[in-house]
């Protein structure tokens, strides 16, 4: 008898191709309706693939209640499991839970543990890409339990990546970096490779957030040598790199690592990676001063997030056009997008979004005069944990703070904050020099292909 993990790509694989042969038919049909073009090319095809994955999952309706009864129920599991698959290669992301779902529960039902934890962590992404963390949760934690009972290593291994990614988003960095260790530790017992690179790239972003650069730049450095013999992800690491030599001060560097990070994004052609990538590069843009390209590049990732559902994406393009708008004195526009932000941020409970919106509306809102907003808005990022976290922006929150003073006609206030401001500026300064001394001595033992020094 055929295993059946092999059973079930045998089917997939049948399945699919049943698929992109119907597919066809629909695009046709899909094409005909009303489809307004846009100046960026990559979120209309996004757009034309949701709908021709909605006519298609339409024109399926009346078979899909049939399959247990036709195909069995390891038939059911492959089919459905194929039908997920399908769909999420049209970044249709709500369609592929829905059929992956109904895979799981088929998986559970059959006793096939191994190919419902299979399934799970295919959900847990999707629900980490539209952002519903809560969702996400849950499947993680089922995922772990499911793993434990059925001593499947490689999905323990998945449980602790997805939940250290949301501790992470959460703001709870302890917790994160405790998941993504043991998920390492696992991998390297299992000798994946690619799983090995996934922790250490998440554990490379967690120390980039506590500002431990020298361990940051250490660790995406060996995930780089991984994944550029794989492909797998290697835009996203290429991208993290970029944002550490950000902070280091290197800006050619930088724009090298972006450079790169865009060219292989592109040719991989996931527009999900894209899109992180490309925004990434917007608030990069905006940091520099580069206003209109990094308005340019934010808008383009606003598309790609609208068109498939990626709320995050779309949180922080919002965030990043609004800061590029401000750049540009373009301030109503910006308080717009930047409130936008800030209640997806709240929505998706994600503190990084919310804190940098927070502060961003309070620039905007006192280049209009309205003091009254600035004080509400500053009290908010103050009390926000991000804000303890991030000098970064507790400075640039210090500098608000003392133009609303000096507003005030409050001089010895003033003066407060402006000394609260210089010795965080100074306390950065000295970190960045030290962060330099750390970077060189990594570079040296071998872990970076020789990038530019020039600080």
Request: glycine share 6%.
């Amino acid at each position: 008898m055929m295993h059946h993990k092999a059973y079930r790509q045998m089917l997939r694989s049948y399945v699919c191709l049943v698929l992109w042969c119907l597919g066809g038919a629909c695009a046709a049909n899909a094409q005909t309706q009303d489809s307004p073009g846009t100046d960026y090319p990559r979120a209309d095809t996004a757009a034309t693939a949701q709908r021709l994955a909605t006519a298609l999952d339409r024109s399926l309706a009346a078979f899909v209640p049939a399959i247990p009864a036709l195909a069995g129920r390891r038939g059911q599991i492959a089919i459905e499991d194929a039908l997920g698959n399908f769909f999420r290669a049209l970044d249709a992301y709500p369609l592929a839970e829905t059929h992956w779902k109904r895979a799981q529960q088929a998986a559970l039902a059959y006793g096939d543990d191994a190919a419902a934890a299979d399934i799970a962590i295919a959900r847990d992404e999707i629900a980490l890409l539209i952002g519903d963390y809560t969702h996400a949760q849950n499947l993680s934690n089922e995922l772990a339990q499911l793993a434990e009972r059925a001593h499947l290593d490689w999905a323990q291994a998945s449980a602790e990546e997805y939940l250290g990614v949301l501790d992470r988003r959460h703001g709870n960095l302890d917790r994160a970096a405790a998941h993504n260790q043991r998920a390492l530790e696992l991998q390297r017992v299992r000798g994946d490779q690619d799983g090995v690179a996934t922790a250490l790239s998440n554990l490379g972003t967690i120390a980039r957030d506590r500002g431990d650069f020298a361990q940051a730049l250490d660790l995406h450095l060996q995930a780089l040598a991984i994944r550029e013999h794989t492909e797998v992800r290697l835009e996203l690491t290429l991208r993290n790199l970029a944002l550490i030599y950000r902070d280091l001060g290197d800006d050619a560097t930088t724009r090298n690592y972006f450079t790169r990070a865009l060219e292989v994004a592109r040719r991989h052609g996931d527009i999900g990676n894209y899109a992180a990538t490309l925004g990434t590069y917007a608030s990069y843009l905006a940091d520099v001063g580069e206003f209109a390209p990094a308005l340019a590049a934010a808008d383009e990732s606003l598309a790609l997030g609208r068109a498939t559902g990626n709320r995050p994406s779309e949180a922080f393009s919002l965030l990043d056009s609004g800061r590029a708008l401000l750049g540009l004195a373009r301030v109503d526009e910006a308080s717009a997008r930047l409130s936008d932000a800030l209640a997806l941020g709240r929505e998706l409970n994600q503190h990084e979004i919310m804190a940098r919106s927070l502060v961003a509306l309070a620039e905007a809102a006192l280049s209009l005069g309205d003091l009254k907003l600035v004080r509400k808005l500053l009290d908010e990022t103050f009390a926000s944990p991000q804000a303890g976290e991030s000098k970064p922006l507790l400075a640039q929150a210090y500098a608000l703070r003392e133009q609303l003073a000096r507003a005030d006609k409050d001089a010895a206030a003033a003066l407060g904050y402006a000394h609260q401001q210089a010795a965080l500026r100074e306390e950065l300064v000295g970190t960045r020099a030290s962060r330099r001394l750390s970077a060189l001595k990594a570079n040296t033992r071998g872990l970076a292909p020789k990038p530019s020094l020039r600080w």
